[in-house]
C-alpha cells in the first residue's frame, strides 16, 4: 500500500506539491492523474526516495521506500525510459540491476521474455526504440516481482499492440494482490484498465475516488437523438426548455443532441407531436470530459485556439 500524508515539497519559492494526501491500496489499478506540471512527477520521486519532501511523509507498506536495502524486490518503478546506458545491451543492464539487489539472475531472461525482447537481448540500449526502451524499463520494475509497481507514462512510444499487451499486463498484476500505480496522460486506457483514480492540480488533491464516481462528476453529455422530422423536434424540445445542438457533419439530417429532458420526457414530446424516432440514447459523461471540467483552473499551459 502506498500512503502520501500532508506530503509538500517546494523549491525555492516554488511549491511543486502541496498537503497532499492519498492512499494507494493492492488489488486494483490506480490512475494517477493531472494536467502538466500539476506534480505528478514530483510526486511520484518523493514516493520512491528520489527526492525527500519538505513537509509530510510518504510511504509504501508502512515505510519510507529510501529505508529498503534491495529496493527493486520491494517497488517495481518506471519514472523515465529514456535514462539508461546506451552502451550496454538489455541482459547487461537487467543483470547489473538483479546483481545489486540479490535476485536471481534467472529472472532477467524471464522478464525479457515477458516484455517481449528476448530476440533482443544482446542488443545494445542506444539503439532501442522508445517503445522497447519502455518495454525494458517495464521489465527492469518486473525483475524483483515485487508487490508494488508504480509507471510514469508507461504507454509512450508502445505501438498498438504494445499498448493492449500493457493494459492486459497491469490488470494481472493487480489481480495478483499488488499495489499498481499508473501515471498517465492517456485518458482512455486508464478509462480502459484503472478502477481508483488519484487527480492533482498545481500539487493540490482535486479526487481520491473510483473512475466511475469521478467521471459521474463531469457534466451529463445529455441525450443523442435520431428522428423522421428533427426540426420539428428540436423546435417542441426547445419549447420545453431543453437545449438542442444538431449534428454538424450531418445538416438536415441530425443526430440533435439534447440537454436539459431526461430520454423518457424526450419520448413522449416526440409521441406527442407524432415524430417518430430512430434513436433515443443517454450519452454519460466520460473520463475525459470530467477531467477537463474539474482540473480546468488547474491548467498552467494553455494553448490558444487554433487557427
Known amino acids: 500500500m502506498i500512503e502520501a500524508n500532508d506530503l509538500t515539497k517546494r523549491y525555492g519559492g516554488t511549491t511543486a506539491v502541496r498537503d497532499l494526501s492519498f492512499t494507494v491500496r493492492p488489488g486494483r489499478v490506480t490512475g494517477f492523474l493531472g494536467p502538466n506540471g500539476a506534480g505528478k512527477t514530483t510526486t511520484l520521486r518523493l514516493l ?14 508502512g515505510h519510507p521506500f529510501a529505508g529498503h536495502p534491495r529496493g527493486l524486490r520491494r517497488v517495481g518503478a518506471l519514472l523515465d525510459a529514456q535514462d539508461v546506458h546506451g552502451g550496454r545491451t538489455a541482459r547487461a543492464h537487467l543483470k547489473a540491476l538483479a546483481v545489486s539487489n540479490g535476485i536471481d539472475r534467472r529472472r532477467v531472461a524471464e522478464v525479457l521474455a515477458e516484455v517481449g525482447l528476448a530476440p533482443a537481448a544482446g542488443r545494445r540500449i542506444g539503439g532501442f526504440s522508445l517503445g522497447m526502451k519502455q518495454r525494458l524499463g517495464i521489465a527492469a520494475a518486473l525483475l524483483g516481482d515485487p508487490p508494488v509497481l508504480v509507471f510514469d507514462e508507461p504507454l509512450n512510444g508502445l505501438d498498438p499492440e504494445g499498448v493492449q499487451w500493457l493494459r ?25 484498465c484503472a478502477e481508483e483514480l488519484i487527480v492533482i492540480g ?27 422530422d428533427h426540426e420539428r423536434l ?19 439530417n ?46 498552467d499551459y494553455l494553448a490558444g485556439e487554433p487557427r
Not at 202 to 228: K, M, N, Y
Not at 245 to 250: C, L, N, P, S, W
Open 48 to 61: 520512491l526516495g528520489l527526492n525527500a519532501p519538505t513537509a509530510g511523509t510518504a510511504t509504501i507498506d
Open 168 to 192: 492486459a499486463l497491469l490488470r494481472r498484476l493487480a489481480a495478483e494482490g499488488r499495489t499498481v500505480f499508473v501515471s498517465s496522460h492517456q485518458m482512455s486506457e486508464m478509462e480502459l
Open 202 to 228: 498545481r500539487g493540490e488533491l482535486i479526487a481520491a475516488e473510483s473512475l466511475a464516481e469521478f467521471a459521474a462528476r463531469g457534466t451529463s453529455q445529455g441525450v443523442r437523438v435520431r428522428a423522421d
Open 234 to 252: 428540436a423546435s417542441a424540445l426547445r419549447a420545453a426548455g431543453a437545449t438542442v445542438v444538431t449534428g454538424e457533419q450531418e445538416p438536415g
Open 254 to 299: 441530425g443526430p440533435l443532441t439534447v440537454t436539459g429532458l431526461e430520454p423518457g420526457r424526450i419520448g413522449e414530446l416526440a409521441l406527442r407531436e407524432g415524430i417518430a424516432l430512430s434513436e433515443l440514447t443517454p450519452l454519460e459523461a466520460s473520463l475525459e470530459q470530467a477531467f477537463m471540467e474539474l482540473t480546468a483552473t488547474s491548467v
